[in-house]
């Protein structure tokens, strides 16, 4: 079941990539609007992010549930950008909140909602991007009732943007 899950995540992981790129526009760093990275510890993973608007972005991961344990691990969240904490100079600071889905396969599937926050650090003289967040993660299904069904992650990273 999970390897058909994570095949139809990466399916519409392309396809809303594509759609994203077509449809942004200049607003990430440097006026660019896609960006790929790493980011990690919990989730350790790959990531994108595409700018759908000055306001909005749609971010993906796919990795590991945490450095050590390596379970697969993707997610997909619509951002939002409220505002930004700096003015001028050169680096932007958007605070940035969003809502989304997780699939994490430790042996079965499991799979929730997830709303992140953070702060990115755009720098304006490079196409570079680093990030923070904390993410709230709610477990809506699973093979076998868990011990807990809301946890917190949160991670680091960075992306180059295109």
Do not use: K
Request: hydrophobic share 50%.
């Amino acid at each position: 079941m999970y390897c058909q899950a994570m095949r139809i995540a990466l399916i519409l992981l392309l396809v809303l990539s594509c759609v994203g790129a077509r449809a942004a526009h200049a607003y990430g760093p440097q006026g660019r609007s896609i960006g790929i990275g790493v980011m990690l510890p919990e989730p350790t993973a790959f990531t994108l992010e595409a700018y759908l608007s000055r306001n909005t972005a749609l971010d993906f991961a796919i990795g590991w549930n945490t450095f050590d344990e390596r379970h697969g691990y993707g997610h997909i969240d619509y951002l939002v950008l409220p505002f930004d904490l700096s003015h001028g100079g050169s680096v932007s600071v958007p605070f940035y909140l969003g809502i989304g889905g997780w699939l994490l396969d430790a042996g079965d599937a499991f799979g929730g909602l997830r709303v992140p926050f953070g702060l990115a650090l755009n720098l304006r003289g490079a196409p570079l991007q680093f990030f923070g967040e904390v993410s709230l993660r709610i477990l809506l299904f699973a093979p076998s009732p868990p011990d807990r069904r809301v946890d917190v992650d949160g991670a680091v990273g960075f992306r180059i943007f295109f």
